[in-house]
């Protein structure tokens, strides 16, 4: 299996660009994650969703952030406008719950570094 | 406070070395614990779970405490390979979420 594939993994734009963040889970996971990862604030979840629904959005920033799962094999995230502080790295992620229903390993795609100038 | 705390470190230590992390976590509803690794400009891996009655594998033992709300990772002859960043984390079982939170991570340089 290829892993979570994510694209593109550097992006540098200019504050006030719209950038889009792509991700193709494990084939077979139902769920998705989206992180972002800083020096200061750690690893923060922003978004999940399960089969493709969004579970859990209290992480997304702010309303400049938005991230969409039109199928269980894509999700994007999008930024617009974005800004420097949204500089970053941001993780994709899926899992597979258990069928006992308990919490199994999250696999991390590689992720995309993002900088905003 | 945060949900997850580590000492952020580093910890260096010689090869060889028996080293040990600790980290707090504040939710006492908090169901699941593990302990993921994650090198330098790569993605966070998931090193070992973490259980109430204890749990090793190989070098690493990884313990558990609820009434303290502490959970521990303890590596046993460390080897250069293993530095890298250590992160805490903590699942909070709420509606059928699976949602994970993970503490700022605890940096491990392992030396000659």
Known sequence: DAGVIQSPRHEVTEMGQEVTLRCKPISGHDYLFWYRQTMMRGLELLIYFNNNVPIDDSGMPEDRFS???PN?????LKIQPSEPRDSAVYFCASNLRGLA???DEQFFGPGTRLTVL | RKEVEQDPGPFNVPEGATVAFN????NSASQSFF???QDCRKEPKLLMSVYSSGNEDGRFTAQLNRASQYIS???RDSKLSDSATYL?????LTGGGNKLTFGTGTQLKVEL
């Open chain 1, 67 to 69: 991230a969409k799962m």
């Open chain 1, 101 to 103: 229903g308990g919490v």
């Open chain 2, 73 to 75: 990772l303890l590596i």
């Open chain 2, 88 to 92: 805490c984390v903590v699942n909070i």
């Open chain 2, 35 to 37: 302990w993921y690794r």
């Open chain 2, 23 to 26: 980290c707090t976590y504040s």
């Open chain 1, 72 to 76: 269980a094999s894509f999700s994007t």
